[in-house]
T-cell receptor, first 118, second 111 residues
């Protein structure tokens, strides 16, 4: 079946512009996660959506970052007034349900969006 | 705060060798541990997930072990192949569902 997809695959923007990154999770997955992978920093958690519950935004680095998930499926990560330090690969993942039995915990990742802020 | 360390940072081996990648974590109160591989410019591919109640998981030539009390996991790759060349990431899942990642081991398998 189809995996997690993300668009665009690459985004180059100028400092100060807003960007939107899109994630389509695996059909039927109720949990969706955003991570950021910066050069030399490793992967860091940004935000988590589970069903219709309020999202956990505790990983968002600043109030310039926001995310929404419409209809329990597609998610958009928005970065306003981009800065050069926002340059990174933004990865989206989905899972059936965290703490579910069996394979429900396995997070499946998309290919990422490489964001470059000039 | 959970911290995950992977050793070595890079490893180069000849084809056919068996090898072990190491992962250690500071907080043993984990829910699960997941091993991923990442190819250059690509996303992460899940290899194995070990629940906290399990000691090991196997998939093909891969075997991952977990010793929660000592805060360690190993990924064993048997009969390595050039196609195994990638970055291998260890990630620890806590009760709050957030994965904490190590910085990875860059593996190169030379033909």
């Amino acid at each position: 079946g189809a995996g997690v997809s993300q668009s665009p695959s690459n985004k180059v923007t100028e400092k100060g512009k807003d960007v939107e990154l899109r994630c389509d999770p695996i059909s039927g997955h109720t949990a969706l996660y955003w991570y950021r992978q910066s050069l030399g920093q490793g992967l860091e958690f940004l935000i988590y959506f589970q069903g219709n519950s309020a999202p956990d935004k505790s990983g968002l680095p600043s109030d310039r970052f926001s995310a929404e998930r419409t209809g329990g499926s597609v998610s958009t990560l928005t970065i306003q007034r981009t800065q050069q330090e926002d340059s990174a690969v933004y990865l989206c993942a989905s899972s059936l349900d965290y703490m579910a039995s069996g394979d429900g915990d396995t997070q499946y990742f998309g290919p990422g969006t490489r964001l470059t802020v000039l | 705060k959970q911290e995950v360390t992977q050793i070595p940072a890079a490893l180069s081996v000849p084809e056919g060798e068996n090898l072990v990648l190491n992962c250690s974590f500071t907080d043993s109160a984990i829910y699960n541990l997941q091993w991923f591989r990442q190819d250059p410019g690509k996303g992460l591919t899940s290899l194995l997930l070990i629940q906290s109640s399990q000691r090991e998981q196997t998939s093909g030539r891969l075997n991952a072990s977990l010793d929660k009390s000592s805060g360690r996991s190993t990924l064993y790759i048997a009969a390595s192949q050039p196609g195994d060349s990638a970055t291998y990431l260890c990630a620890v899942g806590g009760s709050n569902y957030k994965l904490t990642f190590g910085k990875g081991t860059l593996l190169t398998v030379n033909p």
